[in-house]
């Protein structure tokens, strides 16, 4: 319907599918983690696990668009990181020619 996840909806959609109430470090048990979870253990930025999960090289769930991306311990285990960094950890931002450069005095 187009409508974001309020509290409210969240609790709602629990109470009538029975779905259990969230237990604090659940998901963290069963071995799951976030997007930036995962960034901070692979030492890389949020946006480049992303990419590594768009370019089919991590696997990762999304149960519906909107709601946070969880990645299993396994397939962190399993992935090639040298491929996805650069000696630092961070790669440089890419430079356009589109890009004007803005100076403020």
Known sequence: RQNGWTQSRVCT????????????DERSERGEYTLQETAARLGLRPMTV????????????????GTPWII????????????HSGSSGHSPLSQSQDQQIQLFQ
């Not at 959609?13 to 604090?24: G, L």
């Not at 992303?50 to 668009?65: F, H, P, S, T, V």
């Open 72 to 83: 299993r311990h396994e397939d962190i285990e399993q992935l090639d990181i040298q491929h």
């Open 50 to 65: 992303l990419r590594m999960i768009r370019a089919g090289d991590l696997k990762a769930e999304q149960y519906c668009k």
């Open 13 to 24: 959609f629990r109470n009538q599918h029975d779905i259990a109430v969230y237990k604090k």
